[in-house]
Every structure is written in C-alpha cells, then in structure tokens.
C-alpha cells in the first residue's frame, strides 16, 4: 500500500508539498556519499546521493555508505558503517548489543532478502535498538504507527506480501516487542484519526476515549511525568495522525506539538529526514527497475534464434 501526503498546504519551512517516495537522507548530518555502483558487471553506471542517519536518536549522528547491487543475500550481522562509540542506558537490567538483536533478527527471518531491502534493513534495526534499549525508553502507539508507517513505504513493492509480513514480525520480535501489538496499535490510532479533522484532532485533551487516553499519556510523561524517549518514529506518527484527519495545515501540526508537550522543531527536522529517506530509496528502485527490465529484453532477445532453430528443427 502507497501512501501518498498531501503536503501542499505547509510553507517550504515544514514540508514542502511531495508525493510519496520523493526525499530521503537529507543533510541534517554531515553527508556521506552513497553510490549506486553498477547493477551488472557489464554496466559502469554510478548514481552518486547524499545520505545521513536515519531513524535514530535526536542527536547521534550515523552515516554510511551501503551499496545497493542487485542480488540476493542475507542480512548479516555486521555492516559497513563507520565504527562508533555508543553508550546507552536503558530499563532492560541487561540489554543485548546491537550484534545480539541483529543476530535475533537473522535466527528468526533465515530466508535471502535483495539486497536493496536488506541495507536499509540493517541500519534501521540499528537505529532502532538505540531508542529502544534507552533507560527513558516506553513503548507507545504513536511510536507503533510510525513505525507500521515507515516499514510499509520501505518494502513497497516487496517481491512476496507473505515475505514482507515475516521480515516484520521477525524484525519487532529481535527487538524483544509484539508485532501484533504494532500491528493492532496502528490500525486503531488510523481508525481514529480518520474520524477526525483539524479541531477534534489536537483538542483530544477535552474528550474521552481509548485513543484520546493515549494522547494524554503521552503528554504527560512528555511533560515530565513519566518515561518518554521521542524518536523519529514518534514524528511520523504524529504526521500519520494529522495526515489521516486531513489536518495537514502548519497551525494543526503546531497545536498537536503544544498540546502533546513535544518540540515541534525536533518534529519539523525529523519529517525532512524521513521525507528524504523515501526519496533516495525510489531512486534506488527505479535504478534497480530499469536493470531489471534491460536484463529481460537481453535474454528474450538471446533466446529469438534459439527458438527460430528448434522451429525449424535444428539441434545445436
């Protein structure tokens, strides 16, 4: 399923009016360069695009600089990226290493993954462990319908739906979470925003409900009431919401922020982050369409005087 934001209406300091899949990595980090080396060995074609961290923390940055070739292999443990220090606190009396919930990943999904899903694959449960074995780390349905938000535009167009359904339940069960639970979170959080508008949606604090409960929770512990850990997820979350209410004016944005107790700066830049991600990861597949689509018309023309020989009854 595409979605598709209707970003028209917010000034090009928010978010400048897009179809899906048009921006990613943008340079909010420094860059990185990210090439999209040949498809084939034949083929000395190079695509050259900027890329930054993705889905992190507020403030690590984490470059790197994957190739994209088409094959299948496995996601393997260890990446490419530049090594890093990274020191994180978290409610877990023992947490697992980043190679110990990449490795739960590999043991629970065994099956190959093409290679342009498999990199994104692997810094995204990176980034992700990071949040999530913060010590002020809690999960939330916001946090789910980011997340449901971002993996469903990555892997559209996925070659097998069943495939794409596996990856995700192994990939939220690595992080020691419930993929239903994301599942189920998400839909609900949708249901109800698609029942709201513009008003109804930010003045959730003066209704009752099971959603609007949520709401609140949040607020308070963004407020300083409880554990919360914000995280790009949870900025896309929030742009879900307003999406699906049809509430994509700035000022709706700004009031939920308020409302919620969050920086709506830190939403602002981490939209453009996630805007920009999915407009690389298009560059890619087109790339890797068009490879595709050479290397078929290749066999089919390979394949003419073969046919043309046994027609006429000639054995080679």
Same mark, same amino acid.
């Given at each position: 399923?595409?979605?598709?934001?209707?970003?028209?209406?917010?000034?090009?300091?928010?978010?400048?009016?897009?179809?899906?899949?048009?921006?990613?990595?943008?340079?909010?980090?420094?860059?990185?360069?990210?090439?999209?080396?040949?498809?084939?060995?034949?083929?000395?074609?190079?695509t050259t695009i900027?890329?930054?961290?993705?889905?992190?923390?507020?403030?690590?940055?984490?470059?790197?600089?994957?190739?994209?070739?088409?094959?299948?292999?496995?996601?393997?443990?260890?990446?490419?990226?530049?090594?890093?220090?990274?020191?994180?606190?978290?409610?877990?009396?023992?947490?697992?290493?980043?190679?110990?919930?990449?490795?739960?990943?590999?043991?629970?999904?065994?099956?190959?993954?093409?290679?342009?899903?498999?990199?994104?694959?692997?810094?995204l449960i990176v980034?992700?462990?990071?949040?999530?074995?913060?010590?002020?780390?809690?999960?939330?349905?916001?946090?789910?319908?980011?997340?449901?938000?971002?993996?469903?535009?990555?892997?559209?167009?996925?070659?097998?739906?069943?495939?794409?359904?596996?990856?995700?339940?192994?990939?939220?069960?690595? +992080? #020691? =979470?419930?993929? %239903?639970?994301?599942?189920?979170?998400?839909?609900?959080?949708? !249901?109800?925003? *698609? &029942?709201?508008?513009?008003?109804?949606?930010?003045?959730?604090?003066?209704?009752?409900?099971?959603?609007?409960?949520?709401?609140?929770?949040?607020?308070?512990?963004?407020?300083?009431?409880?554990?919360?850990?914000?995280?790009?997820?949870?900025?896309?979350?929030?742009f879900r919401l307003?999406?699906?209410?049809?509430?994509?004016?700035?000022?709706?944005?700004?009031?939920?922020?308020?409302?919620?107790?969050?920086?709506?700066?830190?939403?602002?830049?981490?939209?453009?982050?996630?805007?920009?991600?999915?407009?690389?990861?298009?560059?890619?597949?087109?790339? +890797? #369409? =068009?490879?595709? %689509?050479?290397?078929?018309?290749?066999?089919?023309?390979?394949? !003419?005087?073969? *046919? &043309?020989?046994?027609?006429?009854?000639?054995?080679?």
């Open positions: 399923m595409i979605f598709v934001f209707p970003l028209r209406t917010f000034s090009k300091s928010h978010f400048p009016s897009l179809v899906l899949f048009h921006s990613l990595f943008p340079s909010m980090a420094a860059l990185t360069s990210l090439s999209f080396s040949s498809l084939s060995q034949c083929s000395e074609r190079k900027s890329s930054t961290r993705f889905l992190g923390s507020t403030s690590e940055a984490f470059g790197f600089r994957p190739t994209f070739s088409y094959h299948f292999g496995g996601l393997r443990a260890s990446t490419s990226s530049p090594k890093m220090v990274i020191q994180c606190m978290s409610s877990v009396a023992d947490p697992p290493t980043v190679s110990e919930t990449k490795l739960n990943f590999l043991k629970a999904y065994k099956r190959p993954i093409p290679s342009i899903y498999n990199t994104l694959l692997q810094e980034q992700q462990h990071l949040t999530r074995y913060k010590k002020s780390y809690r999960y939330d349905p916001v946090i789910a319908l980011g997340f449901v938000t971002v993996y469903d535009q990555l892997m559209d167009g996925y070659p097998s739906d069943e495939d794409r359904d596996a990856i995700f339940e192994s990939y939220i069960k690595a +992080l #020691k =979470e419930d993929p %239903e639970q994301y599942r189920t979170d998400a839909k609900k959080l949708e !249901e109800w925003a *698609k &029942a709201q508008n513009s008003t109804s949606l930010v003045e959730f604090s003066l209704k009752e409900g099971e959603v609007e409960g949520i709401l609140k929770d949040i607020a308070e512990r963004a407020g300083g009431k409880g554990d919360f850990s914000y995280s790009r997820f949870f900025a896309v979350g929030l307003l999406e699906l209410a049809k509430a994509t004016e700035p000022a709706s944005l700004e009031k939920l922020c308020a409302t919620l107790n969050i920086n709506k700066r830190s939403v602002d830049r981490d939209l453009d982050v996630y805007r920009n991600l999915l407009s690389k990861l298009v560059q890619a597949k087109e790339l +890797l #369409k =068009e490879y595709v %689509e050479r290397e078929k018309k290749k066999r089919e023309e390979r394949a !003419e005087p073969q *046919k &043309a020989n046994e027609a006429m009854g000639i054995t080679k």
